[in-house]
């Protein structure tokens, strides 16, 4: 069972986006998926109670007290994949969420302020010894000096996932309709990208080099 964490103390950065349209993606791909939400706001357990679909990822909104003794019994379950969505605020639960995690995703818009504020994320994150990437998220759609400047500078991490997701309506419209962007429209560019980041996403934590591709914006 792999678990990953997607993290960013920074709030909007799409942290909720990634965990459901990911987890959707996942059970398209035959990986049965279990959401966690720990963030009180609950942006992601609204987003599944306004789901219709019959399939899918579950989702379970536990406290950080909680989550620890989920685990077994997720595997216990059969579960493959667990996505915890955590709060965009510096709370005991997000290194709770570190702790569980085989990998950080850390959303970031290519933004300066996006990047300076990931810097206590990230810090959290090496003193748990853990593995994480950065994935832009909201970049202007097509070839953008800004996509590409972001990039270069988050790839002097070493850590940062090759496929940029563009600032797409149909994100937001997966939001209010309780689906994954997969689901939305199979044939859009947003499945598409979340497809690519997903595929990246198991092969970092499978330690398959793919994991190392190079982006398509540089
Ligand atoms: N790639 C994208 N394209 C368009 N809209 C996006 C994209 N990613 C996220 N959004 C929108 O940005 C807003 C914030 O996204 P989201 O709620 O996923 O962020 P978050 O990091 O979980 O926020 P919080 O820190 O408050 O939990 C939402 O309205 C969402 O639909
Ligand atoms: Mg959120």
């Not at 605020?89 to 085989?102: S, T, Y």
Request: net charge neutral; with cysteine; hydrophobic share 40%.
């Amino acid at each position: 069972m792999h678990v990953l964490a997607i993290v960013s103390q920074k709030g909007g950065t799409g942290k909720s986006t990634l965990a459901f349209s990911l987890a959707v993606a996942a059970e398209e791909q035959g990986l049965k998926t279990s959401i966690i939400d720990i963030d009180p706001q609950g942006t992601t357990k609204k987003w599944y109670s306004r789901r219709e679909a019959e399939t899918g990822p579950e989702v379970n909104a536990l406290s950080v007290n909680q989550l620890e003794a989920a685990m077994p019994l997720l595997r216990k379950q059969g579960v493959q994949l667990v996505i915890i969505d955590t709060p965009g605020a510096d709370v005991p639960g997000v290194p709770a969420a570190i702790q569980l995690a085989d990998l950080c995703l850390i959303p970031a818009r290519p933004s300066v302020a996006d990047i300076e504020a990931s810097a206590p994320t990230v810090s959290a994150i090496h003193r748990l010894g853990k593995p994480f990437s950065y994935v832009l998220n909201q970049c202007p759609p097509g070839r953008s000096i800004r996509t590409t400047d972001a990039f270069r500078v988050l790839q002097l991490t070493g850590a940062v996932a090759s496929t940029p997701l563009a600032m797409r309506a149909d994100h937001m419209d997966a939001l209010a309709t309780g689906q994954g962007v997969t689901e939305r429209d199979p044939n859009s560019k947003a499945a598409g990208e979340i497809r690519e980041l997903l595929i990246w996403t198991l092969n970092r934590m499978e330690g398959k080099p793919h994991g190392q591709k190079q982006t398509r914006v540089a």
